[in-house]
């Protein structure tokens, strides 16, 4: 058995958008979810640019603020006892749109979660997933 579901959600004001992509397989035995999300928030919109501070933008003019560096972080959690795994991808950073002469800084978050278990497991229920807080 396979099921995907597939969510998106936008903020009232437009500057967050999240889509969520939930996949659970149920096949030979064992149990597998994997969860993809994907998180963009526009953190800055600067007023319209002309084509010299546009320029000047590209070129890095340090009045311009810079783009955070991005962070990217594994966890990897597997209980031998109940046979239970967990692991956790995430990349935080930013980047900027222009769109008719208008910079938006973007902040974004992508996060892939696999979880595996033994045929007949409920990830509905976290009480059972391995602590993930170590």
Known sequence: ???????????????RKNLSITE???QHGVM?????????????QNPSF???EMQSFADGHPN????KERHVSITKVFDKESGVGH??????????????????????M????????PKGFSFDDPSHLPDTTR
Do not use: W
Not at 32 to 44: D, F, G, I, M, R
Not at 88 to 107: D, E, K, P
């Open 64 to 67: 311009i603020p810079r783009r």
């Open 32 to 44: 597998a979810k994997a969860e993809k999300k994907y998180c963009y928030y526009v953190s800055e």
């Open 1 to 15: 058995m396979r099921e995907i579901m597939i969510k998106t959600t936008t903020s009232m004001n437009h500057k």
């Open 110 to 117: 992508h996060t892939i979660k696999f979880d595996m278990a």
């Open 87 to 108: 692991l956790i991808y995430r990349v935080i950073g930013s980047f900027y749109v222009v769109q008719n002469l208008h910079v938006f800084a973007v902040v974004f």
């Open 50 to 52: 002309g084509i010299n």
């Open 24 to 26: 659970v397989i149920d």
